[in-house]
């Protein structure tokens, strides 16, 4: 860990702006609520499980709408180094109730692996369900794709425009990302104890920035949410990446969830009705009026 801290930070303090479990009065709490609701939704609509990627041995989990439908990807958070899909079923029916089917990434972790090969793994994964569309019943419609935390990291590391060509997959086949508290410069990570395990250096820094890589032609829509009882640095890593995706002329939407912290942010996703879930459906062109 570095000593010169970042901004107007010392690096204690730094670490503190970057405690996610800290932010909240209880962590076990918050992520057994997550836990609770994922295995109410995974009893009541088990899902399939399959390898996407050969190289890494990775999963995802698979929940079926019902004939040829939109496809919604959800990425886990937990620092890249914690948390598992089954985990995050809590999303699904939010989605679900709106016809989408519902994939939810496993990626390998750090110290195991770099954040290199995390981002790879998860790239693979769009790859694999582009491939599969037809056995899978994945309408042509563009892949909405959200995420959390280093979930959400990892959703904007999907808008970057230097992968889509290596992995076989149109330039366009993120149509909505849903980016929720998600950290897009990673330089003051590796003054705190995050770099305990992601072990970052200028390249990794470099090419895993999401705010160094807003590609100057998109059409994907981005929606971005932070929880207004998150801390400063993790607002701020929210509103200047949705800043400059909208200074490169691309579509933004962001939606402010003052009373939200850490945590309950994402769960809101398992209301149909919710404000995430609306804006996921607005930004998709597939909104239609309250009954």
Known sequence: MGAEGFRDYAPADLDIQYDARGSVRSFDEEYAALVAASRRVSAALP?????????????????????????????????????????????????????????????????????????REVRAAIACLHARRHALAISDER??????????????????????????VPADIVGVALDLSGLHDLTPLRQTRVDDWLRLDEGMIRRNSPQAHIPKVSSAHLVASVGGLET???????ADYAAAWRAAGHETSVIDMPDRNHFDLPLTLADPEGPLMRAVLRAAGRDRPRA
């Open 47 to 119: 899902p399939e499980r399959f390898v996407y990627d050969e190289a890494s041995g990775q999963t995802l989990d698979f929940y079926r709408a019902r004939g040829a439908a939109p496809l919604f990807v959800w990425i886990h958070g937990g620092y890249w180094r914690a948390g598992q899909a089954a985990d995050n079923a809590f999303v699904v029916p939010g989605p679900h109730a709106h016809g989408f089917h519902v994939a939810l990434l496993d990626y390998a972790k750090a110290p195991e692996v770099t954040i290199d090969e995390i981002v």
């Open 143 to 168: 892949f909405v794709v959200g995420g959390t935390s280093a979930g959400g990291h990892l959703t904007a590391m999907l808008l970057a425009d230097d992968w889509q060509r290596d992995f076989g």
């Open 232 to 238: 400063a640095e993790f607002r701020r890593q929210t």
